[in-house]
């Protein structure tokens, strides 16, 4: 025995790991430091990327824990990353490979663990949980939401684009949202994937392709609607066809999850549908039941693995049940994917406006439902014969499922089924009445091909059609109407019928009859058997009632009294119930055969003797049995006056178990669990089903109204006293209770109408409550608007007043301009007048001039120096009265040409002191 290790052990073992971690960490800071420093591509660097990948396999988090780790690497995938359609160069294979398992080795697998150990073992998978999360967070934004290692999935070079694959299913695990953002970015990335997928030669980047389309096609519609334009359906069948069904490999089992996630878009299921896809996934079905792929030898020429044309079955692998090297869940795992696949093609409940219809259609013209021939060979296991007959029951409800029932034409036959031209009906019919079917597949199968014959009234007719004798048979074919036929022979001649085969038979003679008038009349005086003298020909319904009386009689004989096991029909009582479920519901709904069976000597008193078994049958089925034939005895009693004798019939049912007991019988059938409750597993037996319990209690209430319309005829009433007494009795017995009833409802409306009322009275309080409390928010908001419009009101009057303001100021100024205006006007009338006059003195002076003075010469310059100092002076002038007085300069400015440089001088002269 292992010894347990000690307080000492522990903390020892502590002190190593943490001074493990911290060389880790020492190294790991070393390593980023070379990597940052180098280029990637140098013989150092790559050295240091190999070490780092190597510690990171060892100790993630020392790793993740150093700092710029992360960024380093990334830095460093970054420069190695082809741009645009270059490709990788040789020198950067192994570096880029190495940071991309390094990044992949920090994430982890991406899979949140539950630990079962200790509570240290559970805090440390939360730490590398939180540790995966952040690294992942981290290249997410290092890589452009991704779009970085996207790039990687063009490059030519296998084991990049595998090492990228194997990054991105780590990163999308945490983070896919941005994954699937960055390739809806950029759809070229989905269709270097596809490419991937259909010409890559190398299995484990195949594989690694595959894995991440499932996992990107697994809830974006978006993703898995360009996937399926871009041919993924059609490589999925291609792979598959290249791939061994039967032993449910993980790469089958992948392109199946991806089929999925594919059908369950309605966009997808349209395409899959309009190209063919649909009989691709039916000849996969055929290959995963059978084993054999279409078209392989053992395949040609083989009716269920018998011999073929060369003779070579024993040569052949056995498919079915030879494959002792594949475990029986692995077997038969793609079947039940597919099976998946098609039943999400075809919901039950289509609310797709006519998807699912035309789905179902497409499926059976592509022969889906010639699959269920395979349920006759014994070799299948019964997981996969409830798959198939799961297939059936999606398929059953459209009107071409009828049809092809029913039909002989064989174009449609699936791989690897039988080459019987039979229909399939009677294939089916084979199956569900054999001697071997184990239950759960009868009643699986029972329930849903009775419910398709009770759905599709041609497929009624003709399973009615086939109980008549057949003149010529094909070798091997027994139409399903014979098999029916010959087990009631066997129940009504010998008594030694199986009660499960009759069982099962009786609910599809049951399934034929319900709801189909003209079936129910044609069986009243069908012939099924050709009489070997010269007699009339024994009718169907002598020959049902043949089958009641010998299992009437073996019921009332109670051989051993034992109680009858709930989960399958078994001796005489078992098919006494069933032939009472059938005859229950044809005489209530046929009355010429009502009328046969009600004035029969020998049936009526059987009936009687049914309604008292006293324990025969046991407490189970006898309960049951004498309810049944209580309610038959009901119907009997419901027929009209002029055809049955129903008043000597009341009397018999009252002079032997009384009116109020035959009422507790029915009361007790209609309250047994079996009929309330029955089985809804698709493979458990049950005995009656939501239709015939409703039908049940329809036929009671009508039985209850009869009695009463009888009881109160004056033919009945004159049959005697113990009649009436009896009916006396049990009516008032019945009026009682329907008064007790009434007082309970009654009382209970009084009690309803109280709280009505207080919980109105309450409703109002809190109504009113509420209402003033919503007025008193309403006035403190009508307040607070009130105060805010004065507030606006307030701030437009200060507006309004301001542009008044500003409106007039602008009007002086303009005025002013114009004022400005007229005295530039007059200053330039006055320069002009200068210049006339200037203009004047020199034509005089050059007038003068041949004839002047020498001293008039001389003083013409002297004269022009003179009347610039005086200007000069002048401006100088101006400028100190601007100076002292500014707002006097729009008025002196017209008076002469005056630049802002003179003035400028001007007033800086005046204001130095003299």
């Not at 070379?34 to 060892?58: F, H, V």
Request: hydrophobic share 40%.
């Amino acid at each position: 025995m292992a010894k347990s290790p000690s307080f000492l052990d522990a903390v020892g073992q502590s002190i190593l790991d943490s001074a493990s971690s911290i060389d880790a960490h020492i190294d790991a800071g070393a390593l980023v430091d070379r990597i940052s420093t180098d280029e990637p591509t140098s013989r150092r660097a790559q050295s240091a990327l190999s070490d780092l990948k190597g510690l990171a396999k060892r100790a993630p988090g020392a790793v993740s824990a150093t700092q710029g780790a992360v960024v380093a690497i990334l830095r460093v995938v970054d420069k190695l990353t082809p741009k645009g359609d270059q490709d990788l160069d040789d020198s950067s294979i192994e570096p880029l490979q190495d940071a991309l398992e390094t990044l992949g080795c920090l994430i982890g697998d991406g899979f949140q663990t539950k630990s079962v150990g200790s509570k240290a073992d559970a805090k440390v998978d939360e730490a590398a949980n939180r540790r995966g999360q952040e690294v992942a967070e981290l290249i997410v934004s290092g890589t452009e939401n991704g779009k970085l290692l996207l790039r990687l999935l063009c490059v030519t070079e296998t084991s990049t684009q595998y090492d990228a694959m194997m990054l991105l299913q780590r990163i999308y695990r945490r983070l896919p949202e941005p994954v699937n953002a960055a390739m809806l970015a950029d759809p070229r990335s989905l269709g270097h994937l596809m490419q991937v997928l259909q010409s890559c030669e190398v299995d484990y980047v195949r594989n690694e392709c595959l894995s991440l389309l499932l996992l990107l096609t697994a809830s974006n519609a978006d993703i898995q609607t360009i996937v399926t334009v871009q041919g993924f359906v059609e490589t999925i069948f291609a792979i598959l066809e290249e791939e061994d069904l039967a032993a449910g490999g993980k790469v089958a089992r992948d392109l199946l999850r991806c089929l999925m996630n594919l059908v369950s878009n309605r966009t997808c299921q349209k395409y899959i549908r309009e190209t063919g896809g649909v009989a691709s996934l039916v000849a996969s079905v055929g290959t995963a039941v059978t084993g054999r792929r279409p078209g392989s030898s053992g395949h040609r020429g083989r009716d269920f693995g018998g011999e073929d044309d060369e003779g070579e079955a024993e040569e052949e692998e056995d498919d079915f049940g030879g494959r002792p090297d594949i475990p029986e869940e692995m077997r038969w795992a793609c079947l039940t994917l597919l099976v998946d696949a098609v039943l999400a093609l075809v919901p039950f409940e289509d609310g797709d406006g006519g998807e699912a219809a035309a789905n179902r259609e497409a499926l059976i013209r592509a022969g889906a439902l010639d699959l269920c021939r395979h349920l006759a060979d014994a070799r299948l296991a019964r997981v996969a014969q409830l798959r198939l007959v799961r297939l059936l029951e999606a398929l059953e409800s459209s009107p071409v499922a009828g049809k092809r029932l029913q039909s002989y034409a064989t174009a449609a036959r699936s791989p690897g089924s039988s080459n019987s031209d039979a229909p399939l009906l009677f294939a089916l019919a084979a199956v569900l009445l054999g001697p071997t079917t184990p239950l759960p597949l009868r009643s699986a199968l029972g329930r849903v091909l009775c419910r398709c014959v009770a759905r599709h009234s041609e497929l009624q007719s003709f399973l009615c059609s086939s109980l008549g004798p057949q003149l010529e048979l094909e070798p091997g074919e027994v139409p399903a109407g014979r098999r029916l036929v010959d087990l009631l022979e066997a129940a009504a001649s010998r008594g030694d019928a199986s009660p499960e085969q009759l069982w099962f038979a009786i609910q599809l003679l049951l399934a034929m009859l319900r709801g189909n008038a003209s079936v129910q009349s044609v069986c009243a005086a069908m012939p099924v058997a050709i009489p070997s003298d010269a007699g009339p020909a024994e009718t169907f319904q002598e020959l049902l009632f043949r089958a009641f009386s010998t299992c009437a009689r073996s019921c009332q004989i109670g051989a051993d009294g034992e109680e009858a096991d709930s989960s399958g029909p078994t001796g005489a009582a078992g098919s006494m119930l069933g032939l009472l479920k059938l005859l229950l519901y044809w005489l209530a709904s046929c009355p010429p055969a009502l009328a046969n069976f009600a004035n029969s000597p020998v049936t009526v008193p059987l009936a009687m003797n049914l309604t008292d078994l006293e324990g025969s049958c046991g407490s189970l089925l006898g309960l049951q049995i004498e309810g049944m034939a209580c309610l038959l005895m009901g119907i009997c009693i419901k027929a009209d006056q002029g055809e049955v004798d129903v008043a000597s019939l009341m009397a018999l049912l009252a002079k032997r178990i009384g009116i109020e007991k035959f009422q507790q019988k029915v009361e007790r059938l209609w309250r047994s669990e079996a009929l309330q409750r029955p089985a809804r597993g698709l493979g458990e037996f049950c005995w009656y089903n939501g239709h015939f319990r409703s039908f049940v209690r329809e036929q009671q209430r009508a039985v209850q109204r009869r009695m009463v319309q009888l009881y109160v005829a004056e033919g009945v009433m004159g049959r005697g006293a113990a009649l009436s007494e009896d009916v006396a009795d049990h009516y008032k017995q019945l009026i009682r209770v329907q008064d007790t009833e009434l007082r309970e409802v009654r009382h209970e409306n009084e009690q309803l109408r109280a709280e009505v009322e207080t919980f109105m009275v309450r409703s109002l309080r809190a109504g009113s409550a509420a209402l003033a409390d919503k007025a008193d928010a309403l006035e403190t908001e009508n307040e607070a608007l009130r105060t805010e419009s004065e507030q606006l009101q307030n701030e437009m009057d200060e507006r309004v007043s301001r542009l008044e303001r500003e409106r007039k100021q602008l009007r002086a100024t303009v005025s002013e301009l114009e004022l400005q205006l007229q005295a530039m006007a007059v200053g330039y009338g006055q320069v002009e007048l200068s210049n006339t006059e200037l203009r004047a003195s020199l034509a005089a002076v050059a007038a003068q001039a041949p004839g002047s003075s020498p001293q008039a010469a001389a003083d013409s310059p002297g004269r022009v120096e003179e009347l610039l100092s005086e200007r000069q002076s002048l401006l100088e002038l101006l400028g100190a009265l601007v100076a002292n007085f500014p707002e006097a300069s729009r008025f002196v400015a017209p008076l002469g040409q005056v630049t802002g440089e003179a003035i400028s001088a001007a007033t800086v002269k005046a204001s130095k002191p003299d």
